[in-house]
């Protein structure tokens, strides 16, 4: 039973060390832009170098 209680411990100190560097990315401007990374692949504007 004890083992449980550890478990129990290191999972919310895990989950707390998440949650903390969640808040940490976000207030870092981690998640400010979701949409540009996802369409800049349909932009692509580089040109094959012309010979000669």
């Known amino acids: 039973m004890n083992i449980l209680y550890f ?4 999972s919310i100190l895990m989950a707390l060390f998440f ?21 800049r692949m349909l932009f692509d504007d580089d040109k094959p170098e012309e010979e000669g």
């Not at 969640?22 to 981690?30: E, L, V």
Request: aromatic share 12%; hydrophobic share 45%.
């Open 19 to 39: 949650l903390a560097a969640f808040f940490w990315a976000s207030k870092n401007g981690q998640h400010d832009d979701v949409h540009t990374p996802g369409v």
């Open 7 to 10: 478990l129990i411990g290191c």
